[in-house]
């Protein structure tokens, strides 16, 4: 059986009260809807173009947004057709975005802003989110990494992405006020002859930067894992509790240019881990063979000052968590 629960509003001691100011934003109508909510995700597919081999052309940039999606056959990495390449989600504190391509990789915005601002990102040129604007920028360099949390398949001494797939799925199950949700259903993903069925199901709720992830897969794997990018140079952090463990790095690991320093952890149950490790590119927690596992995420940035200001209130807001977490049992 799936373990789900709610998180308790988590705000550290440290933390300073949440920005009012916002920066100016496009005033489009499905903008100005968002911005009551205090959560969003999203998934938008570019219109008017065609596919030419593996890339959508057409003239400009213009997204439609969708509650369900199947990727087509021929969508990768840099085919310019799903607005920042894949979902987004967020609240009032940061936001995410998964690469719906074979990559699968989690990547990180960094927000300066309690706006849900995750509408207007990519609709001025595609890519400009990786540089730091008003409202904040994508601010990690996922590469070959399974980025901040996502999922892999651990063989011959590497990390297998969703490089074979029959199908991809992506379902918008809750937009806001306070929750939001999606899920993504991977059909036949084959790694080493062995194929499964696996669905992840992201969550994110105000007043709390974590995201949780609940996976289910139709046969228990003795390979999968998760993990956090391996950068140099920066701090590597372990804490644990009753019923958690959870890795963080913090330093200097921020592309935007603004010498930030930039925290993330993954945090996962003992019960659920088979083995922890470093990769080429992560550091890992393998599973045990199961077909339910939970475990979940979160990011930090000082340019939002209601985040963590430095690595002494990172580590406190690690420690809270992990208490709210044994208290959610």
Known sequence: MKRHFTMPLIVASAMLSACTDSPEMATDNTLQ???????????????????QGKEYVADGFEFESVESF???????????YLRYEGPGWENEQVGYR???????????????????????????GYDSYHELSEWGGDALKVGKSVGLGALGRWVDDGVEHFKNVGATHWKLLQNGPEKSQFSVQYDNWNVADINADVETIYTIESGDPSTMVNVTTSQPLTNLVTGLVRHDNVAYIEKESEH???????????????????????????????????????????????????????????????????????????EQKLSALDASQ
Do not use: C
Request: net charge negative; glycine share 8%; no cysteine.
């Open 98 to 124: 998964l690469y719906l391509d074979w990559r699968n990789g989690i990547d990180v915005f960094v927000k300066s802003t309690t706006d849900i601002i995750l509408p207007q990102v990519g609709q001025d």
């Open 244 to 318: 958690w463990i959870m890795i963080a790095t913090y330093g200097k690991q921020n592309l935007l240019g603004d010498d930030l320093d930039l925290g993330m952890a993954l945090f996962v149950r003992k019960d659920d881990v088979a083995g922890q490790f470093e990769g080429p590119h992560d550091y890992l927690f393998q599973f045990k063979p199961a077909t339910d596992y939970e475990y979940g995420f979160f990011a930090s940035w000082p340019g939002h000052p209601a985040q963590p200001q430095n690595q002494q209130e990172f580590e406190a807001f690690m």
């Open 70 to 80: 199947t990727s087509p056959e021929q969508l990768t990495d840099h085919s310019y």
């Open 33 to 51: 809807s968002s911005k009551k909510n205090s959560t969003h995700a999203e998934l938008s597919v570019r219109q008017g173009g065609e596919w």
